[in-house]
Structure formats: structure tokens, C-alpha cells
């Protein structure tokens, strides 16, 4: 081998070994990133949008606006039809009567950096609440769908399989809630999260609002199901 074959040799032989490392730190990444990216299909594949509802709020009587949610119903079809029932004020409500849907029900609890939880429909003070079909409690549907991140919503509940009418709204993520709560919908828009926004700033570390939260008005809005089939 001449010496200008040698020398092109050794020139090429160091250029793999500079380049070698960066193809496989590429090649790596690259199976990283498509491991992810199937990581969170999987994860959102159950949070398709079937069904929007809107919820009217008020502090102290005077109308702060309105937070719309998309809901899964895909992922939880009956936890959705039990939450969209009580938003279109469409319960059979309790023996009493009460408890028929969400308008004029208070938040009765808001935590800043955590989560405003309302929806109880016969007392009002988070002791009570009637699923859509007047039974007391309905079970656990599933846990698909994880609490991971502000404007989620989930199924408030005393252990598992006693969830009724109560839920909450989440101000930031809380994976801890994952496997215990069931997550079955999240606010759709920024104007919505100006007023999840208003609501936790009258919280308070203690869970009792600095001033009087209701929910004023509520209903269903059109949107195209996912799959009739589903539901």
C-alpha cells in the first residue's frame, strides 16, 4: 500500500470513528422518539371528544362566564351519558326530588394548585349527590384516561365505586389521582381557562371558598360523535 493509500485510510478510519457515536446517539434518539410518540397515541387515542357541554358560573351572583368541556366517550361512555344528563338538568333525581342536574349547585370546594370540586346536587356541601339514574352510586368505570394536567376533569368519590354526581376540575396535573379517580373529559378553550383561572384564585389551602361559587346555568352543545357505535 502506498503512502498516500495508507494516509487516505487512516483519514477515513477516523472519520467513522468521529461519526460512528453520532449515528448511534441519532439512531438511539430516533427509536426514543417514535417509542414516545407511541406511548402518547396510546395514552390520547382514548381522550377522542363525543360529546361538549358548557358550565355557567357565578361568584357571589354575578356571572363570571363559561367553561366548556369536551367529553370521552370512547373511553368512558357511561361515566359521559351520567355527567351529560346532569348538565341538560335531565336527572330523576333522589326520593326527595333533589338532585336532577347541576344548575344551581355550588363548588364547595376549591384548593389553589389543585382542583375546584362541585356537583353535589342534593346538599350542597360535598356530602352529598345522586346519579343521573337516582341511584346513589355508580361503579368505577375505568381508568384509561390519567389526570394529566390543568382543565381535566374526574369523578370525586369516598373509595372505590362510590362515585354519584360530585367531580372536580383540575388546576394542574396529579398523577397520584391516576387508578383511583376516573378522568372523563377537560375544558376545551382559553376563555374556558380564564375562568377555571377566577374560580381558583377565590380558593383557599383549606378547600372552603373565600366567596359563594355556583353554577348558574349548564347544558349540552352539539358535536360530532367519534363512532355512534360507541355509545
Not at 52 to 64: C, H, Q, T
Not at 74 to 94: H, I, M, S, W, Y
Not at 133 to 152: A, C, S, T
Amino acid at each position: 500500500m502506498s503512502r498516500q493509500a495508507a494516509s487516505s485510510l487512516v483519514r477515513i478510519l477516523l472519520l467513522l470513528a468521529l461519526v460512528y457515536p453520532y449515528l448511534s446517539w441519532r439512531c438511539a434518539l430516533s427509536l426514543n422518539v417514535e417509542a414516545a410518540s407511541a406511548a402518547v397515541a396510546a395514552t390520547h387515542r382514548w381522550e377522542v371528544i363525543t360529546h361538549r357541554a358548557y358550565l355557567e358560573f357565578a361568584v357571589d351572583g354575578k356571572r363570571i362566564g363559561r367553561v366548556q368541556v369536551g367529553l370521552f366517550g370512547n373511553a368512558v361512555p357511561r361515566t359521559v351519558q351520567n355527567f351529560l344528563k346532569l348538565a341538560r338538568n335531565e336527572g330523576v333525581g333522589d326520593a326527595q326530588g333533589r338532585g336532577r342536574g347541576y344548575r344551581d349547585t355550588p363548588s364547595h370546594r376549591i384548593i389553589p394548585g389543585f382542583m375546584a370540586q362541585m356537583g353535589d346536587t342534593t346538599l350542597g356541601n360535598g356530602m352529598g349527590g345522586v346519579c343521573a339514574d337516582g341511584k346513589p352510586r355508580m361503579p368505577d368505570e375505568n381508568f384509561k384516561v390519567k389526570h394529566v394536567g390543568r382543565g381535566y376533569l374526574s369523578m370525586a368519590n369516598a373509595g372505590p365505586h362510590t362515585g354519584s354526581s360530585q367531580f372536580f376540575i383540575l388546576f394542574k396535573e396529579a398523577p397520584w389521582l391516576d387508578g383511583k379517580h376516573v378522568v372523563f373529559g377537560r375544558v376545551l378553550d382559553d376563555a374556558s381557562l380564564q375562568v377555571l383561572q377566577q374560580l381558583e384564585q377565590v380558593g383557599t389551602p383549606a378547600g372552603t371558598p373565600k366567596k359563594r361559587v355556583m353554577i348558574v346555568d349548564c347544558g349540552e352543545l352539539t358535536a360530532p360523535r367519534a363512532d355512534k357505535n360507541e355509545l
